[in-house]
């Protein structure tokens, strides 16, 4: 009987992502700000997922909306700075639209910034 990796296709013998390299990444993620809210892609919600292995880094990144005009910037502030953590990988900085981004994805920190506190949400109790 095939278990889920085999049945995926997935090669059982390849390398899996590592959590605390994970980890560093997005605090290194941290310094990429969005411009037009003033706040770093983490806190906002926009990283939907770090694959980080030894010889290279895949990063889902998403905007507010499609109509962002800043969404090359700020994939290319991400590739710079993980270029910087990590100078010998590859990296690649994935924008993607699915699932499509809520401020129910923020931080409790940029939720309370922005207002958005559960306190305030009159479908609170």
């Given amino acids: 009987m ?4 085999s ?5 059982p013998a390849a390398p899996v992502s ?3 390299r994970e980890a560093a990444i997005r605090e ?4 990429v700000i969005d411009p037009e809210v003033g706040m770093n892609v983490v806190d906002l919600g926009l990283v939907y997922g770090i694959d980080a292995r030894p010889e290279r880094v ?6 507010t909306t499609p109509a962002c ?3 090359p910037v700020i994939v290319g502030d991400a590739e710079t700075v993980l270029h910087a953590l990590l100078p010998d990988a590859a990296i690649q900085v994935e924008l993607v639209w699915e699932p499509p981004w809520t401020p129910a994805l923020m931080s409790d920190h940029a939720k309370h910034r922005f207002g958005w506190d559960a ?3 009159p ?3």
Avoid at 7 to 11: K, L, V
Avoid at 58 to 63: A, E, G, I, Q
């Fill in 2 to 5: 095939l278990d889920a990796a």
């Fill in 7 to 11: 049945r995926s296709g997935a090669n």
């Fill in 18 to 20: 590592d959590p605390e």
């Fill in 28 to 31: 290194a993620l941290r310094a």
């Fill in 58 to 63: 895949h990063v889902r990144l998403t905007m």
């Fill in 69 to 71: 005009p800043l969404g």
């Fill in 119 to 121: 306190s305030d949400r």
């Fill in 123 to 125: 479908d609170a109790g």
